[in-house]
């Protein structure tokens, strides 16, 4: 794990999909998505249908991908997406699904 250097441009958010977002791949489209954009963090679904998202990297690639979580893969239905900012002195080089 590497640690954020004291003077950053990275924001980081966690964010939680509801809808039809759970069995219709979109935690691997999430981890797509974030490669293009080059973000780090992870996904994973939590136990109540909801997806969680942990988002970092500059502030127009994170604006982007709230915009693509709206939609999701074409298999999805959101119903609604909410997001808070994360503080962490964590640095997340790379996206991925756990």
Known sequence: MKSLPAHHDLETLTALVEGRVQGVGF???????????KLG????NLADGRVEVLIQGEHTAIDQMLSWLLQGP???RVTGVSHVETRTERHYERFEQI
């Open 27 to 37: 935690r691997a489209a999430t981890v797509r998505q974030a490669h293009l954009l």
């Open 74 to 76: 074409p298999a999805a």
């Open 41 to 44: 963090g992870w996904v994973r």
